[in-house]
């Protein structure tokens, strides 16, 4: 089972940061925090992983609490391709494997 | 930008047939993958592959799957004597290292069996 817990539907107004928040109180040292999001019947698209300091990329932001108990991903500037099921997921750097859980579904309004 | 390519996009097939899904991962990449989903489910894992082995498979990757790389750039899912529970998405992905590596996904064969 998913290690993680988020919301299930979330939403955004277009042209705003969407936070997206994921609890993951039972983390180990050797787990990464990876996000990933299914726009509607395609494939997932990696966005952003982090293990412990904040990431950010060209798509997204991953901020970890200093006790790496929870994670937020933000999107700095919502659009309406942005709506999409957003998956945070925990894996070990011994883990082949993904596993997903039902992620959040984010909601862009325009 | 490289990425994981997948044939078909859709698959009808009867039951009992045999089906094989194609991908072409990302070309310097090691480590290859599968996954399915059901409509409205998860996506779930089902086999990883490296170095022409299985590395490690799920429950429901059973005797009806098998997994192959017939040369250097495509990785085969074959289901044998498909049933109408195996309809879904297949998504198959890759990886440069393996394990925690990040893995880069396919636009999925929407596999219908009827």
């Known amino acids: 089972d998913a290690k993680t817990t988020q919301p299930p539907s979330m939403d955004c107004a277009e042209g705003r940061a969407a936070n997206l928040p994921c609890n993951h109180s039972?983390?180990?040292?050797?787990?990464?925090v990876y996000w990933y999001r299914q726009i509607h019947s395609q494939g997932p698209q990696y966005i952003i992983h982090?293990?412990?300091n904040n990431e950010t990329n060209e798509m997204a932001s991953l901020i970890i609490t200093e006790d790496r108990k929870s994670s937020t991903l933000i999107l700095p500037h919502a659009t309406l391709r942005d709506t999409a099921v957003y998956y945070c997921?925990?894996?070990?750097?011994?883990?082949?494997?993904?596993?997903f859980g039902k992620g959040t579904r984010l909601h862009i309004l325009p | 930008e490289p990425e994981v390519t997948q044939t078909p996009s859709h698959q009808v097939t009867q039951m009992g047939q045999e089906v094989i899904l194609r991908c072409v991962p990302i070309?310097?990449?090691?480590?290859f993958y599968w996954y399915r989903q059901i409509l409205g489910q998860k996506v779930e894992f089902l086999v990883s592959?490296?170095?022409?082995?299985?590395?490690?498979k799920s429950e429901i990757f059973d005797d009806q799957f098998s997994v192959e790389r017939p040369d250097g750039s495509n990785f085969t899912l074959k289901i044998r004597s498909t049933k109408l529970e195996d309809s879904a998405m297949y998504f198959c992905?890759?990886?440069?290292?393996?394990?925690?590596?990040?893995?880069?996904f396919g636009p999925g064969t929407r596999l219908t069996v009827l």
């Open positions: 982090g293990l412990k």
């Open positions: 070309s310097n990449h090691l480590y």
């Open positions: 592959f490296y170095n022409n082995e299985i590395s490690e």
């Open positions: 992905a890759s990886s440069r290292q393996g394990a925690s590596d990040t893995q880069y």
């Open positions: 039972t983390i180990s040292g050797n787990e990464y």
């Open positions: 997921i925990v894996r070990a750097n011994r883990d082949d494997k993904i596993i």
